[in-house]
Nanobody
């Protein structure tokens, strides 16, 4: 069966760090561009980072650029999100997803395929 299992969320103080993981099973992750999405309470789900499968180029929105890093390990069929200098406004449910279609870069109108189950990240003192 196809699964995309997330882990690593939790409670962290402002300025702290977390690493999220998405482990794929039942499909080969490196066939797809991968996106990270998040949804804060009362807000729409937004894509904030993604990685291209063919050259591993990465993309970030201005809100997270310089603080977050997306990466992948094809041998483990796993993608990661390293989050540093977390801010209260980063509080959201975070989702990984395969991207089966997008524009010139994977932040442009991504069409998600497989979704992770979501993991809560709370940044608070």
């Amino acid at each position: 069966q196809v699964q995309f299992v997330e882990s690593g969320g939790g409670l962290v103080q402002p300025g702290g760090s977390l690493t999220l993981s998405c482990a794929a099973s039942g499909f080969t992750l490196d066939y797809y561009d991968i996106g990270w999405f998040r949804q804060a309470p009362g807000k729409e789900r937004e894509v904030f980072s993604c990685i291209h499968s063919y050259d591993a180029s990465t993309y970030y929105t201005r809100t997270v650029k310089g603080r977050f890093t997306i990466s992948g390990d094809n041998a483990k069929n796993t993608v990661y999100l390293q989050m540093n200098n977390l801010k209260p406004e980063d509080t959201a449910v975070y989702y990984c997803a395969t991207i089966i279609e997008s524009g010139a870069n994977c932040l442009e109108g991504p069409r998600p395929g497989h979704w992770g189950q979501g993991t809560q990240v709370t940044v608070s003192s």
